[in-house]
């Protein structure tokens, strides 16, 4: 398998140049076209601040990040905004609108990518994860499971490149984890590149890659 993450000597500060407060790094990792990669780690780790750099949410403060044919450490936000384009995020709290019933909340994850997709095409993706009956109701009503699942089909209507995952299970009971894990290892298996962060460690079972986290830095590879 060919590299498509490529992360060298990253780092990324907050706070003031007088004050700076390490979130990551330095941190140096590739990650192939197809895998799944699992980052462990607590709380307050740097794993959540890392996938954001992976994403795109945010720049690093110093070293190389290239994902592809992006060099996001050179990217203004114009390029991070069409680099986010291309990939997909699932996040721990679904982040789903509303306003919006579930079929219009898949639609948006084209829709906010600057790219159009058929309605039919929503409404397929829900029926492939067994939610077809449920494509106009109220995002309100669904369960945690049901919303998460909402939330990878948000992820995937644009056949992202890398389907990035920040705690995608952290708010779900066992049995819609057990669902979402399931979910997401056939993704893989279909050759999607899947990156994930979490705490829970049952996750490094249907992982290609585990990576341990602590204090901001990489402290074991496997």
Known sequence: MSVLISVDNVTKYYGTRKNPIKAVGPVSLNINQGSFTVILGRSGSGKSTLLNLLCGLDKVTSGELVVGSDKLNESNSKKLAKYRSKIGIIFQFYNLL???????????????????????????????????????????????????????????????????????????????????????????????????????????????????MSDGEIIDKQ
């Open 98 to 212: 509303p306003n919006l019933n579930t079929v219009e909340n898949v639609m948006m994850g084209s829709w906010a990518g600057g790219k159009s997709t058929s309605y039919q095409k929503a409404v397929d993706l829900l029926t492939k994860f067994n939610l077809g009956h449920r494509f106009k109701a109220d995002v309100k009503t669904l369960s945690g499971g049901e919303k998460q699942r909402v939330a990878i089909c948000r992820a995937l209507i644009g056949d992202p490149e890398i389907l990035f995952c920040d705690e995608p299970t952290g708010a779900l009971d066992t049995s819609s984890e057990t669902q979402v894990k399931d979910i997401l290892a056939e993704l893989n298996k279909s050759g999607l590149t899947i990156v994930m962060v979490t705490h829970n460690p049952e996750f490094a079972g249907i992982a290609d890659n585990i990576i341990n």
